[in-house]
C-alpha cells in the first residue's frame, strides 16, 4: 500500500472530494473519540460539524485555511489542517499558526503518513513567516501527546472542549519555530 499527500485545491478545481473529506474526517473523529460521549450528544456534534454546510465546509472553502490531505488511490486516508491561530494561547507571537486538525485512518496508523503530514505543516508554518506553531490536543490523549513531543512541540496552556454535556480538558502545545 502506498499514499499520497496533496494540497487541497477547492473552486473550479478539487483535488479532493470535498463530501469524502468530510465523511472521512467525522469517521476519523468518531473513530478516536466516541467513546467518550454520550452516543445523542455526539451523533448532534458529528451532524453539525461535518455536514455540508458546517464549520469543516466551511473551513475548505476559506482561502486563509490550508489544507493536506493524505490518499491511496484517490480517496482520502488523513489530513491535516492549519489555521490562524484560533486556540486560547497567552502571550502568542503575531503571526502564531495552529495545527489545527492532523488526523489518519487507524488502519494507517504507523504507516508515516502524520510524519508526512506533520513535515508539511512546519515547512507550510516556516514559510509563511511564523515563528511559533500551536495546537491543542485532549489531555489524556497519550498516543497524540507522544507523537506532538517528537516533534518538538511542548505543553504551555490549556482550553476546554465541549460536546454535549461533557466538558474536557485540552492541552495546548507550541513549537517554537
Known sequence: MTFHTSEVLFGS???VDKARL???ARRIFSETFSHLYEEDAFRTFC????SEDGPIAGDLADPTINWRVATEEGQPIGYAKMTP???PARNAREGALELQQI???????GKGIAEELMKWAVELARA???HELYLTVLEHNERAKRFYAR???QEVGKCTFKLGDRVD???IWRKVL
Open 151 to 153: 516533534h518538538g512541540f
Open 85 to 87: 491561530l484560533r486556540a
Open 169 to 171: 480538558d485540552d492541552r
Open 47 to 50: 451532524d453539525q460539524t461535518w
Open 13 to 15: 478545481q478539487h483535488a
Open 103 to 109: 488526523y489518519v485512518l487507524s488502519d494507517w496508523h
Open 22 to 24: 468530510l465523511a472521512v
Open 128 to 130: 509563511l513567516g511564523a
